[in-house]
Protein backbone atom coordinates (compact mmCIF):
# COMPACT_ATOMS: atom_id res chain seq x y z
CA UNK A 1 0.00 0.00 0.00
CA UNK A 2 1.09 3.59 -0.77
CA UNK A 3 0.46 7.07 0.06
CA UNK A 4 1.97 9.23 -2.74
CA UNK A 5 0.30 12.64 -1.42
CA UNK A 6 1.16 13.81 1.64
CA UNK A 7 2.19 17.29 2.31
CA UNK A 8 4.72 18.28 5.26
CA UNK A 9 3.51 22.18 4.97
CA UNK A 10 2.78 22.71 8.45
CA UNK A 11 6.04 21.96 10.01
CA UNK A 12 9.90 22.42 10.56
CA UNK A 13 11.71 21.00 7.55
CA UNK A 14 14.00 18.75 10.36
CA UNK A 15 13.81 14.81 10.53
CA UNK A 16 12.18 14.70 13.77
CA UNK A 17 8.99 16.58 11.88
CA UNK A 18 8.91 14.21 8.97
CA UNK A 19 9.35 11.22 11.14
CA UNK A 20 6.01 11.56 12.71
CA UNK A 21 4.91 10.99 9.18
CA UNK A 22 6.90 7.91 8.67
CA UNK A 23 5.58 6.48 12.58
CA UNK A 24 1.92 7.08 11.33
CA UNK A 25 2.67 5.31 7.99
CA UNK A 26 4.40 2.62 9.94
CA UNK A 27 0.98 2.08 12.02
CA UNK A 28 -1.14 2.13 9.15
CA UNK A 29 1.19 -0.96 7.44
CA UNK A 30 2.27 1.45 4.14
CA UNK A 31 4.58 0.36 2.04
CA UNK A 32 6.13 3.38 0.64
CA UNK A 33 5.57 7.43 1.39
CA UNK A 34 5.89 10.64 -0.72
CA UNK A 35 6.52 13.58 1.33
CA UNK A 36 5.82 16.75 -0.63
CA UNK A 37 4.91 20.49 -1.18
CA UNK A 38 2.93 22.54 -3.27
CA UNK A 39 5.05 24.31 -5.53
CA UNK A 40 3.59 27.96 -3.80
CA UNK A 41 6.15 26.68 -1.53
CA UNK A 42 9.21 27.33 -3.11
CA UNK A 43 10.66 31.06 -4.22
CA UNK A 44 11.42 29.24 -7.48
CA UNK A 45 8.41 28.12 -8.76
CA UNK A 46 6.66 31.95 -7.61
CA UNK A 47 7.19 33.33 -11.51
CA UNK A 48 4.98 30.52 -12.56
CA UNK A 49 1.77 32.52 -10.58
CA UNK A 50 2.59 35.71 -11.93
CA UNK A 51 -0.74 35.56 -14.62
CA UNK A 52 -2.63 34.25 -11.75
CA UNK A 53 -1.70 37.06 -8.70
CA UNK A 54 -2.51 39.47 -10.90
CA UNK A 55 -5.51 37.93 -12.31
CA UNK A 56 -8.06 39.36 -9.22
CA UNK A 57 -7.33 41.06 -6.12
CA UNK A 58 -8.66 37.92 -4.08
CA UNK A 59 -5.89 35.76 -5.96
CA UNK A 60 -2.99 38.50 -5.17
CA UNK A 61 -3.39 38.87 -1.45
CA UNK A 62 -3.64 34.80 -1.75
CA UNK A 63 -0.05 34.51 -3.12
CA UNK A 64 1.15 37.84 -1.35
CA UNK A 65 0.16 35.80 1.85
CA UNK A 66 2.08 32.52 0.93
CA UNK A 67 5.66 33.98 -0.29
CA UNK A 68 7.07 35.26 3.73
CA UNK A 69 7.11 31.27 4.51
CA UNK A 70 8.31 30.61 1.32
CA UNK A 71 11.36 27.91 0.98
CA UNK A 72 14.08 27.64 -1.48
CA UNK A 73 14.00 24.29 -3.28
CA UNK A 74 17.58 23.36 -2.09
CA UNK A 75 16.33 23.32 1.06
CA UNK A 76 13.94 20.53 0.63
CA UNK A 77 16.29 18.38 -0.90
CA UNK A 78 18.68 18.97 2.71
CA UNK A 79 15.76 17.66 4.04
CA UNK A 80 15.16 14.93 1.60
CA UNK A 81 18.77 14.01 1.15
CA UNK A 82 19.43 13.73 5.45
CA UNK A 83 16.15 11.25 5.43
CA UNK A 84 17.23 9.12 2.47
CA UNK A 85 20.62 8.65 4.17
CA UNK A 86 18.80 7.06 6.89
CA UNK A 87 16.71 3.84 7.37
CA UNK A 88 13.01 2.98 7.46
CA UNK A 89 10.89 0.32 7.90
CA UNK A 90 8.90 2.05 4.98
CA UNK A 91 10.19 3.13 2.21
CA UNK A 92 10.18 7.30 2.07
CA UNK A 93 9.99 9.16 -1.18
CA UNK A 94 10.22 12.61 -1.85
CA UNK A 95 8.20 14.78 -4.27
CA UNK A 96 6.49 18.01 -5.33
CA UNK A 97 3.28 19.15 -6.04
CA UNK A 98 3.30 21.57 -8.97
CA UNK A 99 0.49 23.91 -10.16
CA UNK A 100 0.51 23.58 -13.83
CA UNK A 101 0.82 27.06 -15.89
CA UNK A 102 1.12 25.65 -19.42
CA UNK A 103 2.36 29.47 -20.51
CA UNK A 104 5.63 28.57 -18.13
CA UNK A 105 6.06 24.96 -18.99
CA UNK A 106 9.53 25.91 -19.61
CA UNK A 107 10.23 27.25 -16.37
CA UNK A 108 8.88 24.25 -14.45
CA UNK A 109 10.67 21.49 -16.64
CA UNK A 110 13.91 23.75 -16.01
CA UNK A 111 12.83 23.27 -12.28
CA UNK A 112 12.78 19.66 -12.58
CA UNK A 113 14.90 18.50 -15.01
CA UNK A 114 17.69 17.64 -12.64
CA UNK A 115 15.94 14.04 -11.75
CA UNK A 116 16.00 14.95 -7.90
CA UNK A 117 12.84 13.98 -6.68
CA UNK A 118 11.49 10.54 -6.68
CA UNK A 119 7.52 11.67 -7.95
CA UNK A 120 6.63 14.82 -9.82
CA UNK A 121 2.91 15.12 -9.27
CA UNK A 122 1.12 17.61 -11.96
CA UNK A 123 -2.23 19.38 -10.73
CA UNK A 124 -4.65 21.60 -12.38
CA UNK A 125 -5.69 24.72 -9.45
CA UNK A 126 -6.08 27.15 -12.04
CA UNK A 127 -8.32 27.18 -15.16
CA UNK A 128 -6.73 30.31 -17.68
CA UNK A 129 -5.08 31.72 -14.27
CA UNK A 130 -8.46 31.53 -12.25
CA UNK A 131 -8.76 29.35 -9.05
CA UNK A 132 -11.65 27.13 -9.07
CA UNK A 133 -11.41 25.69 -6.14
CA UNK A 134 -10.90 27.80 -3.45
CA UNK A 135 -14.59 29.22 -2.99
CA UNK A 136 -18.17 28.07 -4.51
CA UNK A 137 -19.47 31.54 -5.28
CA UNK A 138 -16.45 32.22 -7.44
CA UNK A 139 -18.39 30.54 -10.16
CA UNK A 140 -21.24 32.74 -9.89
CA UNK A 141 -22.29 33.82 -13.65
CA UNK A 142 -19.68 31.51 -14.63
CA UNK A 143 -19.76 29.31 -18.04
CA UNK A 144 -19.51 25.46 -15.94
CA UNK A 145 -19.20 23.88 -19.98
CA UNK A 146 -16.14 26.42 -20.98
CA UNK A 147 -14.83 25.87 -17.57
CA UNK A 148 -14.84 22.10 -17.72
CA UNK A 149 -13.79 22.23 -21.37
CA UNK A 150 -10.53 24.36 -20.45
CA UNK A 151 -10.08 22.18 -17.50
CA UNK A 152 -9.48 19.37 -19.07
CA UNK A 153 -7.87 20.77 -22.12
CA UNK A 154 -5.24 21.64 -19.54
CA UNK A 155 -4.99 18.35 -18.16
CA UNK A 156 -4.26 16.83 -21.29
CA UNK A 157 -1.71 19.63 -21.61
CA UNK A 158 -0.26 18.87 -18.12
CA UNK A 159 0.01 14.97 -19.13
CA UNK A 160 1.59 15.48 -22.59
CA UNK A 161 4.05 17.85 -21.08
CA UNK A 162 6.34 14.65 -20.45
CA UNK A 163 7.39 16.57 -17.15
CA UNK A 164 5.28 14.33 -14.83
CA UNK A 165 4.46 11.26 -13.30
CA UNK A 166 1.22 11.55 -11.43
CA UNK A 167 -1.86 13.38 -12.30
CA UNK A 168 -3.18 14.24 -8.68
CA UNK A 169 -6.44 14.55 -8.38
CA UNK A 170 -7.58 14.45 -11.96
CA UNK A 171 -11.35 15.60 -11.09
CA UNK A 172 -10.38 18.34 -8.73
CA UNK A 173 -13.01 20.42 -10.71
CA UNK A 174 -16.19 18.64 -9.37
CA UNK A 175 -14.97 19.45 -5.83
CA UNK A 176 -18.21 21.78 -5.84
CA UNK A 177 -20.76 19.63 -7.29
CA UNK A 178 -20.87 21.96 -10.05
CA UNK A 179 -21.10 20.20 -13.50
CA UNK A 180 -21.48 20.89 -16.97
CA UNK A 181 -24.85 20.21 -19.36
CA UNK A 182 -22.95 17.69 -21.70
CA UNK A 183 -21.65 14.04 -20.86
CA UNK A 184 -18.53 13.73 -19.93
CA UNK A 185 -17.79 10.19 -21.15
CA UNK A 186 -15.32 11.45 -24.17
CA UNK A 187 -13.90 13.70 -21.95
CA UNK A 188 -12.55 11.03 -19.65
CA UNK A 189 -11.64 8.60 -21.76
CA UNK A 190 -9.55 11.02 -24.29
CA UNK A 191 -7.37 11.83 -20.87
CA UNK A 192 -7.20 8.43 -19.90
CA UNK A 193 -6.09 7.20 -23.07
CA UNK A 194 -3.74 10.16 -22.57
CA UNK A 195 -2.53 9.25 -19.12
CA UNK A 196 -1.90 5.56 -20.38
CA UNK A 197 0.46 6.78 -23.67
CA UNK A 198 2.11 8.94 -21.99
CA UNK A 199 3.08 6.58 -19.32
CA UNK A 200 2.01 7.95 -16.23
CA UNK A 201 -0.65 7.35 -12.66
CA UNK A 202 -4.05 8.34 -12.65
CA UNK A 203 -4.32 9.83 -8.69
CA UNK A 204 -7.04 7.96 -6.88
CA UNK A 205 -7.02 11.12 -4.24
CA UNK A 206 -8.89 9.76 -0.90
CA UNK A 207 -8.86 13.76 0.28
CA UNK A 208 -12.73 13.10 -0.17
CA UNK A 209 -14.21 9.93 -1.42
CA UNK A 210 -12.29 6.74 -3.00
CA UNK A 211 -10.77 9.21 -5.52
CA UNK A 212 -12.51 9.61 -9.09
CA UNK A 213 -15.88 9.64 -9.27
CA UNK A 214 -17.58 6.05 -10.53
CA UNK A 215 -18.04 6.94 -14.34
CA UNK A 216 -14.66 8.24 -14.54
CA UNK A 217 -12.85 5.20 -12.90
CA UNK A 218 -14.63 2.57 -14.90
CA UNK A 219 -13.32 4.38 -17.87
CA UNK A 220 -9.98 4.51 -16.63
CA UNK A 221 -9.84 0.54 -15.80
CA UNK A 222 -11.24 -0.19 -19.44
CA UNK A 223 -9.10 1.79 -20.57
CA UNK A 224 -6.33 0.27 -18.56
CA UNK A 225 -4.56 3.08 -16.78
CA UNK A 226 -2.26 2.67 -13.88
CA UNK A 227 -3.13 4.07 -10.40
CA UNK A 228 -1.43 6.39 -8.24
CA UNK A 229 -3.02 6.56 -4.41
CA UNK A 230 -2.90 9.04 -1.79
CA UNK A 231 -4.30 10.74 0.73
CA UNK A 232 -3.52 14.46 0.41
CA UNK A 233 -2.98 14.19 3.85
CA UNK A 234 -2.02 18.04 5.02
CA UNK A 235 -1.50 16.85 8.64
CA UNK A 236 -0.04 13.93 10.14
CA UNK A 237 -3.09 11.90 11.55
CA UNK A 238 -4.03 11.79 7.67
CA UNK A 239 -1.45 9.83 6.32
CA UNK A 240 -2.69 6.74 5.08
CA UNK A 241 -6.07 7.94 4.87
CA UNK A 242 -8.69 5.03 3.62
CA UNK A 243 -5.58 3.99 1.21
CA UNK A 244 -6.25 0.15 2.36
CA UNK A 245 -10.39 0.65 1.05
CA UNK A 246 -8.94 2.70 -2.35
CA UNK A 247 -6.01 -0.25 -2.99
CA UNK A 248 -8.96 -2.77 -2.54
CA UNK A 249 -11.23 -0.97 -5.12
CA UNK A 250 -8.41 -0.60 -7.52
CA UNK A 251 -7.53 -4.14 -7.58
CA UNK A 252 -10.89 -5.89 -7.11
CA UNK A 253 -11.63 -7.60 -10.50
Known amino acids: MKDLHIHIERGAYTAEWVEKF ?33 YSLYQRKWFDSKVPSAHSLNEFKA ?26 SDI ?11 YLLGSVHWVDNWTFNQRKYQW ?13 EL ?17 LITCHGLYPDYDLTDTYRELCENVKKNNMLLEMNTSKGLGVNKQFFDIAKNVG ?9 HRVEDVGRKIKEVTELIDHK
Open 79 to 104: LADEIRSREYSVKVSFGLEICWFEQH
Open 22 to 54: IEKAVEKNLDEICLLEHSIRFREFHPTFKEARE
Open 155 to 171: ENSLVQSGIFDIIAHPD
Open 140 to 152: LGKDFNHIYKRYF
Open 108 to 118: IRELTCDGFFD
Open 225 to 233: VNFSTGSDA
